[in-house]
């Protein structure tokens, strides 16, 4: 099982450009999850979707969009990258209460 | 909002010497979960508890949920190298949200 795919794994932006994280889940999980992880941060949430069609915000959702295309996918956007958006990107699946899965993670970096 | 903070930040051992990182939530949890981070990866599940006062273990690792079921600890006994990364807790609330602390990284020197 491929588990949770997410896509791409490093990008380089310049800063007011736009891109699209994609991610990817083969485990027929309900909730599905993007987080941001910082030196010294943790782990922030930034939205997640407790069921195919609701979204929700998380901790830090400003400069970020999400859609939960349908169950398998839930895509993050970032519609005019800035710099305080470099960060590694993970997105993660879960049954309701169950273990949470994460990506391999995504390297974003915005000059 | 729902907070968990997490202490310490890092801790430094000698290999051998016990480990404890703690967690606390702002909010009553309907479960913990714990996980770990090597440098480079991402985060892996360990552990989940669900019961109020719950004492689980792995091997040398030992996972408690306060009576409240606003804070709990995970201990290593006897660490060893192999335990180097970065330990999380995250907090479940019952609208699916999963909010998790900032993180303790482990350093441990042979």
């Known amino acids: 099982n491929a588990g949770v795919t997410q896509t791409p794994k490093f990008q380089v932006l310049k800063t007011g450009q736009s891109m699209t994280l994609q991610c990817a889940q083969d485990m027929n999980h309900n909730s599905m999850y993007w987080y941001r992880q910082d030196p010294g941060m943790g782990l922030r949430l930034i939205y997640y979707s407790a069921s195919e069609g609701t979204t929700d915000k998380g901790e830090v959702p400003n400069g970020y969009n999400v859609s939960r295309l349908n169950k398998r996918e839930f895509s993050l956007r970032l519609e005019s990258a800035a710099p305080s958006q470099t960060s590694v990107y993970f997105c993660?699946?879960?049954?309701?209460?169950?273990?949470?899965?994460f990506g391999e993670g995504s390297w974003l970096t915005v000059v | 909002g729902q907070q968990v903070m997490q202490i310490p930040q890092y801790q430094h051992v000698q290999e051998g010497e016990d480990f404890t990182t703690y967690c606390n939530s702002s909010?009553?949890?309907?479960?913990i979960q714990w996980y770990k981070q090597r440098p480079g990866g991402h985060p892996v599940f360990l552990i989940q508890l669900v019961k109020s006062g719950e004492v689980k273990k792995q091997k040398r690792l030992t996972f408690q949920f306060g009576e409240a079921k606003k804070n709990s600890s995970l201990h290593i006994t006897a660490t060893q190298t192999t335990d180097v990364g970065t330990y999380f807790c995250?907090?479940?609330?019952?609208?699916?949200?999963?909010?998790f602390g900032q993180g303790t990284t482990l350093q441990v020197k042979p």
């Open positions: 909010t009553t949890l309907s479960n």
């Open positions: 993660a699946s879960r049954l309701q209460g169950n273990t949470i899965y």
């Open positions: 995250a907090g479940s609330s019952n609208t699916g949200k999963l909010i």
